[in-house]
């Protein structure tokens, strides 16, 4: 990932990647954790009782793909959801 300069243009400079998880301070963990209370809420509020069991059970299920593959279940590459998808 890179970012682009006012211009348009990309830097010459090394690439910037995401930060890990591991990486993150605190201020972005509450800010994180926050986002997520909101989004349960809304869905909560939002979502029939159906969706939310089918969620569940989708997670269950990549839960148990990701502990098969020794992977972290958020450790989300362009590959895990196709080899779950695959597999």
Do not use: V
Request: charged residues 20%; aromatic residues 6%.
């Amino acid at each position: 990932m890179t970012e682009h300069t006012l211009d348009g243009r990309l830097p010459t400079g090394a690439p910037i990647r995401p930060l890990l998880s591991a990486e993150y301070g605190g201020g972005l963990r509450a800010r994180l954790a926050a986002l997520d209370t909101a989004s349960d809420a809304h869905a909560q509020e939002q979502w029939p009782d159906n969706t939310t069991l089918a969620y569940r059970a989708d997670w269950k299920t990549w839960t148990a793909f990701c502990t098969q593959l020794q992977i972290p279940a958020t450790a989300a590459t362009r590959g895990t959801p196709t080899g779950r998808a695959t597999a």
